[in-house]
């Protein structure tokens, strides 16, 4: 067992040093994540230690590195790409839903795209629009991809090991505005499975179900409501694609209750999925609508107003207190 106290970010730069150490296949690339180390410093210090042909600053081009990283894939390489903010992507988005999300079906199981794509996503940093997106729905809804989100520094180092190891495509978002958290972690352990819900908190009265940057918020949640008498589970969801839905419904089956929280838009968001998903596994358990709280129908405002667009502890306990009133 070995034991540390690590930020997310540290606890992200730790899984990647091991992977590159464990598999000389294992490659990095990314804009400004060599020598400057990552704009959140999550990949500093290996290209100083694995050397430029390992870890490879790469040009401004979105498109350029996701359809790099498929044909070393295709070479037998295990890519591991930075797209240095989640607005970024989207120049990629031709690549990783027409070629990467793809190759394996159209090539009748024959070919494997071990690539995953490290986003840091979400706001809380006070960034303007295309810094601080969440558009993990938008590549959920493509067949063929993996899609995680860590929220704990023992999660971010054992989910990415797990998604460098995994013959699928993997889409990796990073909770940017969690890197600075603090966690333990057992580099030591044996992990769980990567697409398996983790029962952060356990309760009775109702469920709140997150995933990423929005599980700290839910357990906040959980504690201000305990103060009302109320025992609320917090369920961190950790994969968008395929989602757990039997740890969902064991949970609501307990519970009776279900609220969804995510930082992406309500509207076409996960929680939509989820919510209609349970409903029909759970109706005869339910004892109100399944609810929803995220962002709203609009481009991410300037950083004065980002306090009043993100879903907070105000509007995850709007939520608790309009489910327990039915």
């Known amino acids: ?27 990095l690339m990314g804009e400004d994540i060599g020598k400057l180390g990552g704009v959140f410093r999550v990949t500093d210090g290996l290209q100083k ?23 070393l894939a295709l070479r037998g390489y295990r890519p591991v790409v930075e797209i240095q903010f989640d607005g970024f992507v989207f120049p990629a ?10 190759m394996h079906a159209r090539s009748q199981g024959k070919v494997r795209l071990p690539v995953v794509i490290r986003i840091p996503y979400g706001g809380g940093i006070g960034a303007v629009e295309h810094h ?21 520094s023992s999660d971010a180092y054992w989910m990415l090991r797990q998604a460098i190891q995994s013959d699928d495509p993997v889409i990796f978002f990073e909770p940017k505005r969690r890197y600075w958290d603090k966690g333990e972690v057992d580099t030591g352990a044996v992990p769980g499975e990567l697409h398996k819900a983790r029962v952060a908190r356990p309760g009775t009265d109702l469920t709140l179900a997150a995933y990423g940057p929005m599980v700290k918020v839910c357990l906040q949640a959980a504690v201000a409501a305990e103060e009302e008498g109320r025992s609320i589970e917090v369920l961190d969801l950790r994969s968008m694609s395929p989602i757990d839905f039997d740890t969902i419904q064991t949970s609501v089956e307990k519970t009776g209750r279900l609220v969804v929280v995510h930082e992406a838009p309500v509207f076409y968001g996960s929680g939509a999925e989820i919510a209609a998903r349970i409903t029909e596994r759970s109706f005869h358990h339910l004892e109100a609508p399944v609810l929803r709280v995220g962002g709203y129908h609009a481009p991410y405002p300037p950083a004065r107003l980002e306090e009043e667009y993100l879903p907070g502890l105000d509007r995850v306990l709007d939520a608790v207190d309009r489910s327990l009133a039915y």
Do not use: C, W
């Not at 988005?93 to 070629?99: A, E, N, S």
């Open 132 to 152: 601080s997106e969440s558009p993990e729905a938008l590549f959920a809804h493509v067949a063929g991809l993996r899609i995680v989100s860590p929220s704990t």
């Open 49 to 71: 230690d694995f050397g430029e042909s390992r870890v490879m600053d790469s040009p401004l081009a979105e498109s350029g590195i996701v359809g790099t990283a498929i044909g």
């Open 93 to 102: 988005y031709d690549q990783i839903v027409t070629q990467l999300a793809k």
């Open 1 to 27: 067992m070995v034991t540390k106290s690590l930020p997310v970010a540290k606890a992200l730069n730790e899984a990647l040093r091991a992977a590159l150490e464990a598999d000389p296949k294992v490659l």
